[in-house]
């Protein structure tokens, strides 16, 4: 499987951001996909993850309330919308995808995008 994320940029604090990631290959229902971050200097954090079948959601702490996952399984696509975004929320944002349950691991996740850059400014 190969995935794609773009969306990312520069935004000032309070502003909002959507990412998408398309995935190609072979998908299919039992596929999990999700958003890892990483800012310099720090460890890959979960973000969020979702089933690809079931709809179900997953969200980091740092998430709970500003970020929304969501995806279009006629795309083979999903999205992250991002809003009341902070200057900490900087980082590369990385979509991943696993075959399985909903998890908040990175190491559990086999197949990964090549990043997109997310930059708030205070």
């Known amino acids: 499987v190969q995935l794609q994320a773009f969306g990312g940029g520069l935004v000032q604090a309070g502003g909002s951001l959507r990412l998408s990631c398309a995935a190609s290959?072979?998908?299919?229902?039992?596929?999990?996909m999700g958003w890892f971050r990483q800012a310099p200097g720090k460890e890959r954090e979960f973000v969020a993850a979702i089933g690809w079948s079931g709809g179900s959601t997953y969200y980091g702490d740092s998430a709970k309330g500003r970020f929304t996952i969501s995806r279009d399984s006629a795309k083979n696509t999903v999205y992250l919308s991002m809003n009341h975004l902070k200057p900490e929320d900087t980082a590369v944002y990385y979509c991943?995808?696993?075959?399985?349950?909903?998890?908040?691991?990175?190491?559990?996740?086999?197949?990964w995008g090549q990043g997109t850059q997310v930059t708030v400014s205070s």
């Open positions: 290959g072979r998908t299919f229902g039992g596929y999990t």
């Open positions: 991943a995808g696993r075959s399985g349950g909903l998890l908040p691991r990175a190491d559990r996740y086999s197949d």
